[in-house]
């Protein structure tokens, strides 16, 4: 069993920046895990914003890219996501996800992931 704790989130003008981090325990072997981060508005679906697999490597949600960066430190069990240029359409809570992914093309659906954490509310104002 893996718990995921997400912490960060909070309120900033367009144009800012956020730092959300996500801490992994439990019966985990933290490096194996691909790391997702996803993200859900009021009436909206859960929708996807990146990805770092077990080597390293990250995969963004298009509408993201150069804006965000997705990076790890193993050796503490943790994931950060750093959002830049924040818009008001970015507003959402941020979700944290971990789970063995052995295909690329799958990391970016929810269906994927089985570990969960709580979210994180990030709210940026115009």
């Known amino acids: 069993q893996v718990q995921l704790v997400e912490s960060g989130g909070g309120l900033v003008q367009a144009g800012g920046s956020l730092r959300l981090s996500c801490a992994a325990s439990?019966?985990?072997?933290?490096?194996?895990?691909?790391m997702g981060w996803f993200r859900q508005a009021p009436g909206k679906e859960r929708e996807f914003v990146g990805a770092?697999?077990?080597?390293?490597?990250?995969y963004y949600a298009d509408s993201m890219k150069g804006r965000f960066t997705i990076s790890r430190d193993n050796a503490k069990n943790t994931v950060a996501l750093q959002m830049n240029s924040l818009k008001p359409e970015d507003t959402a809570v941020y979700y944290c996800?971990?789970?063995?992914?052995?295909?690329?093309?799958?990391?970016?659906?929810?269906?994927?992931?089985?570990?969960w954490g709580q979210g994180t509310q990030v709210t940026v104002s115009s």
């Open positions: 996800a971990a789970d063995v992914v052995r295909r690329p093309l799958n990391y970016y659906y929810t269906e994927s992931y089985g570990y």
């Open positions: 439990g019966r985990t072997r933290f490096s194996d895990y691909t």
């Open positions: 770092i697999n077990w080597s390293g490597v990250t």
